[in-house]
């Protein structure tokens, strides 16, 4: 379902780098304000399933360590908690983008990168390795939990 949404966000981004391309021309001038708003949904979209893709990961690592308390878990609940820091991180990351980006014009590129500070591709890499990083320790721990039990 995410995925359909994000589709339909970023619609206007696509329509607007289409109908402002000149054919003939060699250079690419695209308004830096208009590409930030435009292509924020990308940021929201992937800061929110990383969020996610973590907290499901968590979920079920805590599913086979603990598994009466996993039973017992209200799962609405972690859900609902999973996606308000998504969104929450989400929001963060839009805010930061704002306020370390001026926007100055780039001619010849019509990548988001182009547009963003160097300190924001900086913040948001890390940030979301930092969110991935979850990803690569779990499943570690899943294989010893398993080990153990064998």
Partial sequence: MTDFIHAGTTIPYLVYLIVNWRMNTAELNYNSSVILILASPFLIQLKIN????????????????WP???????????????????????AIDILIEFSLTSTVPTKGCAAFGCFVNDDFLSYWGVSNMVCCAAHLIMP????????VFL
């Fill in 68 to 90: 009466l308390t996993y039973r017992f878990k209200r799962h609405c609940r972690y859900s609902l908690i999973a996606l308000t820091i998504g969104i929450m991180w989400a």
């Fill in 140 to 147: 570690f721990d899943a294989a010893s939990c398993v080990v």
């Fill in 50 to 65: 990383l969020v996610l893709t973590s907290s499901i990961a968590l979920d079920r690592l805590q599913a086979l360590q």
